[in-house]
């Protein structure tokens, strides 16, 4: 009970995007069509998961036993660079168009903040193998939810007629202000 | 400070090796001919050959289900070089498409710049509500600036005989 409380308290309440924005690069980058707001939603979710657990394994195997915790924020980054790396790999291996899609994006997630934000937090919290596991994968599956919804928003302005004045990024920013409102509303329901 | 250094070290190695491991699980087979055709396309991705862009023609053209003359833009000179990269003989080829030109009717132009910004090769220069002109060396035939012009005024034409452009016609058959 308590796992699943983290996960939809991770999803929702505090969704990494849209309550702690972090991660806000892909979000104004690959959203631009559904569908591969969608494939870098599920890249990310692969990255993220991966990294989460990869770093409490190094964290609590290797950093606290050696007393080298100083040296946590770049064994994190080698080890998402790693894992960026073999995703690419993988990616370009069974689907070819959406590597092409999503581009510099791809290799881009290795400094997506959201990624070593989540494996940072996860120190902070002190959370257990499983918790970080959960609030990994959570953090994630928020992420791709909203990729996915303010990839939709955005395909339905690209059809409306917006003011000259906003049109392009900056009436992009302001559905992100509000989408973020939106998420602000579940806030005290767990 | 020899423990932080030391397991960086090995931190490195592994993962170095596992990302290595990786590369070969999942290595994607590329054929070289496609990347060296692909190279020598024009690379505007005009789609005047029926492909969506250059590197499926270039794909096509590998696997035989293009001729190397599909490639307007390209013209006789592409053709060549492309039938001696893949042993093709040049008389086994139909007619090509011939290269076309745009140019742009001056009387019409009222500088919208429209034409301008479509063109993928760069190849009209003009500014806001400037006559524009078209360099005949750049342009490459795509139609894209014909799509936009609100005036209508540009045209494709038949590229004008050059020495490199010129060529034996074929004898007419008996």
């Known amino acids: 009970m308590d796992y699943l409380l983290l996960f939809i308290g991770t999803v929702l309440v505090n969704n990494i995007v849209l309550v702690k924005f972090l991660g806000l690069c892909p979000l104004m980058g690959v959203s631009n069509n559904l569908s591969a707001a969608f494939g870098m939603g599920l890249a990310t979710t692969f990255v993220l998961t991966l990294s989460a657990l990869a770093s409490w394994i190094i964290e609590h195997l290797l950093l606290v036993p050696l007393h080298i915790e100083f040296l946590r924020i770049l064994s994190f980054i080698l080890i998402i660079a790693a894992v960026v790396q073999f995703t690419e790999a993988v990616v370009r291996k069974t689907s070819p168009l959406l590597h092409k899609n999503l581009g510099v994006f791809l290799p881009l997630i290795t400094t997506n903040c959201a990624v070593l934000g989540v494996a940072l937090l996860n120190v902070r919290e002190e959370y257990s193998l499983v918790q970080s596991l959960v609030f990994g994968m959570g953090s994630a599956l928020g992420f791709s939810i909203v990729m996915v919804i ?41 | 400070m020899f423990v932080a250094t030391l397991v960086l070290t090995a931190l490195g190695l592994l993962l170095g090796w596992l990302l290595g491991l990786a590369a070969r699980v999942f290595a994607v087979e590329e054929n070289p001919i496609v990347n060296e055709v692909e190279a020598l396309l024009p690379g505007t ?26 490639c307007p833009p390209g013209g006789r000179a592409l053709t060549e070089s492309l039938a001696e990269l893949l042993n ?48 005949s060396k750049a342009c490459t035939g795509c139609s894209k600036c014909k799509d936009v012009c609100p005036e209508d005024c540009i045209s494709l034409n038949p590229e004008p005989l050059t020495l490199n452009t010129w060529h034996w016609t074929k004898p007419e058959a008996a």
């Open chain 1, 150 to 190: 303010f990839a939709g928003l955005r395909e339905r302005i690209a059809m409306a007629s917006v003011p000259a004045t906003f049109a392009g990024t900056p009436v992009s920013l302001v559905t992100a202000g509000l989408l973020s409102l939106v998420f602000m509303g579940f806030s005290g329901m767990i």
């Open chain 2, 88 to 135: 093709i003989d040049l008389n086994s080829l139909g007619d090509a498409p011939v290269p076309q030109l745009a140019t742009i009717d001056e009387t019409l132009c009222t500088g919208c710049t429209k034409c301008y910004k479509a063109c993928p090769t760069d190849a009209i220069v003009g500014a806001t509500r400037q006559i524009h002109a078209v360099i």
């Open chain 2, 45 to 70: 991705q005009c789609g005047q050959c029926g492909f969506p862009g250059c590197s499926a023609a270039a794909e096509a053209m590998v696997e035989g289900n293009a001729a190397v003359n599909c």
